[in-house]
């Protein structure tokens, strides 16, 4: 399955949500600096959805806060139960 997120980096916390038209926003504690919010990205989605962490890769965006993302092992319906849940 393939997901659209937007990153905000050098958050507080790490956190999944939605916005009001539908699309995710996740922010991340790690800095955007050599790749390091990339890998928090990658650790955070894995665990919130329960997969290994080579479950998740990242299609394209890694330089930018907009990446598309490939999940393999969770439904569409699964993933936004598990990131919304805390």
């Not at 939605?18 to 991340?28: Q, T």
Request: no cysteine; charged share 25%.
């Amino acid at each position: 399955m393939n997901l659209n997120v937007r990153i905000k980096p050098s958050s507080k916390f790490n956190r999944a949500q939605k916005d009001a038209s539908g699309n995710w926003l996740i922010r991340i504690k790690a800095p955007p600096v050599d790749g390091k919010a990339n890998e928090e990205l990658i650790r955070f989605l894995a665990g919130k959805l329960r997969i290994p962490k080579s479950s998740v890769t990242i299609l394209s965006g890694e330089g930018s806060k907009f990446k598309r993302l490939s999940v393999d092992g969770v439904t569409p319906s699964a993933l936004e139960a598990l990131l919304l849940g805390d």
